[in-house]
């Protein structure tokens, strides 16, 4: 059979061609505008050639599937064993249950006692080969022992189970802001409850290197890299001093990430996160093998406002980590920030992995990414970035030390600052809360409320914690005020734009204000042409914010904050940048300016207090 050649009939193009095109289009721009760079300080170029050294990094299986994993964190143990036995009747491959205290505990787990776990597992056939997956935290530590006395009282083999039982003391400390107790006494009692579970048959994995820890609160990629990889390094002494070979005590070890929206990003850090345990294999004189790594979606990205945004996001999400090599994924339910997910949500998420697998088939091609020039490059940068801090980190006296002197906390705050700076100008956009709100969107329904989310400690050595955010948090505490004032006074706030001249002046820019006035809750009506001061009145606003181009805005401006003034309103905005007017315009009663990469959050809140809302 001849070869079919998709570019036959094109004409040949080169690099050169391209930047071509891209020069007429850009319009005098230099090409490094379309670049971005990470919070990492990873410059992310435009376009890549193929790399000409790229490998397959080994990993998953080649053409198999990763496990599709439900999480369970229902409080009720029935509820979530009829959920569980839903989930794996519909094409789950397994379950991960969350309890108490756990770095997964997102305000609702399930209860960790003996009644609560035999009830919730009633009926599971955990000798199928079903993998189980423990999150924990100090006041449900409890739980690993129950699920392994539960094994074996049901007569069944830990050798035919497959339990990652997830110690993560490290993990549990940076979440809760605090230290039970020194490291070389805790060290100890955490890997001898592990030699006596491996004593029994069980094979694990036992310990987690977690980087949700770092990513809920902020952090970037090689900090949360760097991060896991500390703290497995941690585990594999402990394990060692317990008495156990270096090559057996890696294989106890496996590694949790979560996979946001930022698609590339998210790839590139699930494939650097092998690369990286595979150095320190080799280190430890070890042949390296492929180490398990999960993923979850991130916590951060999820919104309370616009939910089923959140299937998108979780869909990105769960097909970097997939792409990335991941062994197995849990996607969070769409309504997991509203509260406890109803059955819906909870199908849509596992349903999002199956068509993943089986309409994209996206486990056939082993490291699918390998080659990509682009993908490549960040996968060596996020190694080199997270290498340089995993160092930093090993010169302090390793994870408890960096945790206790606050190294890991302030790397991360500092790019959380960041990134809070850049969610309050919308440079970093959250769709559906900071941009494209939609202030007449149906609520959805959720089983119950959180609980705080603020984790408990009592006893022990105080750390800062890592606390865990959502980014949509500011916007959506502007979406409150709207509704507070809504149901004081049966109408949301309002602005009034005063669009004028053409729609073709005007139409840009009104629609930019809509937006940003609405991902604060403030409903925009917007008049123009002939009696425009009347449809003001009519409006029943209180702010108006002037809407055209920079042509009509200079023989317009001040006259229509004039009239706007004198019909009431008390204060008026305008949409554009003032460039040499700006003295003029402030003088005549005009301002804040509304333009793309301004201050929305604090305009926003401004706004509000203009309103005594």
């Known amino acids: 059979?001849?070869?079919?050649?998709?570019?036959?009939?094109?004409?040949?193009?080169?690099?050169?061609?391209?930047?071509?095109?891209?020069?007429?289009?850009?319009?005098?721009?230099?090409?490094?505008?379309?670049?971005?760079?990470?919070?990492?300080?990873?410059?992310?170029?435009?376009?890549?050639?193929?790399?000409?050294?790229?490998?397959?990094?080994?990993?998953?299986?080649?053409?198999?599937?990763w496990?599709?994993?439900?999480?369970?964190?229902l409080p009720d143990a029935e509820a979530a064993n009829a959920q569980i036995m839903d989930?794996?009747?519909?094409?789950?491959?397994?379950?991960?249950?969350?309890?108490?205290?756990?770095?997964?505990?997102?305000?609702?787990?399930?209860?960790a006692t003996e009644a609560a776990i035999e009830a919730s597992?009633?009926?599971?056939?955990?000798?199928?080969?079903?993998?189980?997956?423990?999150?924990?935290?100090?006041?449900?530590r409890q739980a690993a022992v129950i699920v392994a006395n539960y094994v074996k009282a049901k007569g069944l083999s830990p050798s035919a189970v497959s339990i990652r039982f997830t110690f993560d003391p490290f993990g549990a400390m940076a979440t809760r802001g605090v230290a039970p107790k020194p490291w070389s006494e805790l060290a100890p009692e955490v890997s001898g409850l592990i030699a006596n579970l491996v004593s029994q048959g069980f094979t694990g994995p036992f310990c987690a290197g977690d980087g949700r820890p770092v990513h809920a609160a902020g952090g970037s990629e090689a900090q949360e890299l760097a991060f896991a990889l500390a703290n497995a390094v941690a585990y594999l002494r402990a394990l060692e001093a317990q008495g156990m070979s270096l090559e057996d005590a890696r294989r106890l070890i496996f590694f949790r990430l979560a996979a946001d929206q930022d698609q590339f990003l998210t790839i590139a850090k699930f494939r650097a996160m092998r690369k990286l345990w595979t150095r320190i294999e080799e280190v430890c004189g070890l042949a390296p093998s492929p180490?398990?790594?999960?993923?979850?979606?991130?916590?951060?990205?999820?919104?309370?406002?616009?939910?089923?945004?959140?299937?998108?996001?979780?869909?990105?999400?769960?097909?970097?980590?997939?792409?990335?090599?991941?062994?197995a994924i849990t996607v969070l339910p769409f309504s997991a920030a509203l509260g406890i997910p109803d059955a819906f949500a909870r199908r849509i998420a596992r349903n999002t992995q199956t068509i993943l697998i089986e309409e994209a088939n996206l486990h056939r091609v082993a490291d699918a990414a390998a080659g990509s020039g682009a993908i490549e490059s960040l996968t060596e940068q996020l190694c080199e970035k997270a290498w340089a801090l995993f160092q930093e980190i090993e010169r302090l006296g390793g994870s408890f030390e960096a945790l206790k002197a606050g190294l890991i906390q302030k790397a991360v705050a500092k790019v959380r600052a960041e990134r809070e700076a850049n969610i309050a100008s919308r440079k970093d956009p959250v769709i559906g809360s900071s941009d494209f709100p939609d202030l007449g969107e149906e609520p959805v329904a959720a089983?119950?409320?959180?609980?705080?989310?603020?984790?408990?400690?009592?006893?022990?050595?105080?750390?800062?914690?890592?606390?865990?955010?959502?980014?949509?948090?500011?916007?959506?505490?502007?979406?409150?005020?709207?509704?507070?004032?809504?149901?004081?006074?049966?109408?949301?706030?309002?602005?009034?734009?005063?669009?004028?001249?053409?729609?073709?002046?005007?139409a840009a820019r009104a629609s930019f204000a809509k937006s940003l006035f609405e991902a604060g809750g403030i409903e925009a009506a917007e008049g123009s042409g002939d009696n425009l001061m009347k449809r003001f009145e009519d409006s029943g606003a209180r702010l108006a914010c002037l809407c055209s181009s920079d042509r009509v805005y200079a023989s317009e401006a001040v006259s229509a904050a004039s009239a706007l003034a004198a019909s009431g309103a008390t204060h008026i905005y305008l949409a554009g940048k003032p460039g040499d007017r700006k003295k003029d315009w402030e003088a005549a009663g005009i301002g804040p300016f509304l333009y793309q990469g301004c201050d929305t959050l604090g305009l926003l809140q401004d706004a509000y207090e203009r309103l005594g809302a």
């Not at 989310?453 to 500011?474: D, K, N, V």
């Open 1 to 65: 059979m001849a070869e079919i050649s998709l570019a036959r009939d094109f004409p040949a193009s080169s690099e050169a061609d391209w930047q071509a095109l891209v020069k007429e289009a850009l319009k005098g721009a230099p090409l490094t505008s379309l670049g971005s760079t990470s919070y990492d300080g990873i410059v992310i170029e435009p376009l890549y050639a193929r790399a000409k050294d790229g490998r397959v990094i080994p990993g998953r299986t080649p053409g198999e599937a």
């Open 67 to 73: 496990a599709v994993m439900q999480r369970i964190d």
């Open 87 to 111: 989930d794996l009747n519909n094409a789950a491959s397994g379950i991960v249950l969350v309890f108490d205290g756990a770095v997964g505990d997102y305000g609702y787990a399930l209860p």
């Open 121 to 140: 597992l009633n009926g599971v056939h955990l000798d199928w080969g079903i993998p189980l997956e423990l999150d924990f935290g100090p006041p449900s």
């Open 291 to 327: 180490a398990c790594v999960v993923g979850e979606t991130a916590w951060r990205m999820m919104t309370r406002r616009d939910p089923h945004g959140n299937i998108v996001r979780g869909t990105i999400a769960a097909l970097a980590a997939a792409v990335g090599g991941a062994d």
């Open 447 to 506: 089983l119950g409320a959180p609980k705080s989310s603020t984790p408990g400690a009592a006893g022990g050595q105080p750390i800062e914690p890592l606390a865990r955010f959502r980014l949509a948090e500011p916007f959506e505490r502007l979406r409150d005020l709207s509704d507070a004032y809504l149901a004081r006074t049966g109408q949301r706030p309002k602005v009034f734009l005063a669009c004028l001249g053409r729609a073709s002046d005007f």
